[in-house]
């Protein structure tokens, strides 16, 4: 009973942490900003220099410095201010929730349904069929961390961007390039008049989220939702081709019809898994034809 008790706690300790990981993503990269700062601070005291300097050399015209009190050369450029560093921090927690968004979202969206047992008399989550909806147990622990990332990350990040959106950007001209700096990440692969589609990528894994966790027990439900929002995507993105290249608005295309194909064919034919791999590999090649053929062509020339 005991061993149940503790694989149980560890199991719950794992979810929660899972669930709470975009709140560690942003406080890792607040905390890369303090080191970063701090290390700043130091390198510009002249015993430190010749050791730190080089961690805030970017590109740009550079040049050996020679320091007389140690004897030490160093290849220095520009040096990174605090708002340089605050920027590529920036950056790189906007990456590492991009990454997290679908996965996560979907876990927390998952979390909230419970299905009651006539048998028992009790209810248990949907998710996780062995947990008792207990408000004073372990799944107390899961549903509120599920509270926090839904509201921190599947509603709070798309509302993020869609205000960085609406409030810099310039029309066709897009993005104010001061705020390309940190948060264009989210943003640079996408025409400068079709920036928005980053919030309408978002809001499509937001959908897909909805689907598989909200109405995993609803297989109809689960269907129409996520062949409806894989159609609504394929066509706008046939219609504004958002991306600056051909080559990933033609990939993109590819992989949104591959998936809706591939999932229609699941449904109708659940056990039909090599058909349903053929699909995938299709896609895969398609995916690669067009680019690769440009490259031997300009070879054979």
């Keep these: 009973m005991d061993c149940e008790d503790s694989s149980e706690q560890a199991f719950v300790r794992q979810r929660v942490i899972v669930l709470l990981s975009p709140l560690l993503v942003c406080g890792f990269g607040s905390l890369l900003f303090v080191i970063g ?3 700043r601070h130091i390198s510009m005291r002249r015993r430190y220099k010749p050791f730190l300097r080089a961690f805030f050399c970017v590109s740009g015209r550079e040049k050996v410095v020679h320091d007389p ?23 790189v927690t906007i990456f590492l929730l991009l990454i997290l968004y679908l996965p996560v979202s979907q876990l927390a969206l998952a979390s909230f349904e419970c299905d009651y047992d006539r048998g028992l008399g009790k209810s248990f989550s949907t998710a996780i069929p062995w ?11 899961i549903r509120d961390a599920a509270i926090v990332a839904t509201l921190f990350l599947t509603v709070g990040f798309p509302v993020l961007l869609a205000a960085i959106v609406f409030r810099f950007s310039h029309g066709a001209t897009g993005l104010d390039k001061k705020v390309h700096e940190w948060a264009g990440i989210a943003f640079h692969d996408f025409r400068p008049s079709m920036e928005v589609f980053a919030v309408i990528v978002l ?3 937001s959908a897909l989220g909805v689907a598989l966790g909200v109405f995993q027990s609803d297989t109809a439900t689960t269907s129409f939702l996520i062949c409806a929002t894989l159609t609504v995507s394929v066509c706008l993105q046939i219609a504004f081709k958002p991306y600056r290249n051909t080559d990933l608005n033609f ?5 949104l019809l591959t998936l809706l194909l591939a999932y229609i064919w699941c449904f109708l034919r659940p056990h039909s898994v ?5 699909f995938t590999f299709f896609g895969l090649a398609a995916m690669f034809v067009r680019p690769v053929g440009r490259k031997v062509k ?3 020339r």
């Design 251 to 255: 990939g993109e295309t590819v992989g």
């Design 274 to 278: 090599h058909a349903i791999i053929g």
């Design 298 to 300: 300009e070879w054979l």
């Design 203 to 205: 809001l499509r894994r």
């Design 131 to 141: 947990l008792e909806c207990n408000e004073s147990g372990h799944y107390g622990q």
């Design 37 to 39: 700062g701090f290390l």
């Design 69 to 91: 009190r140690s004897g030490i050369s160093f290849v220095a450029s520009g040096h990174l201010s605090l708002a340089d560093w605050f920027r590529q921090c920036m950056s």
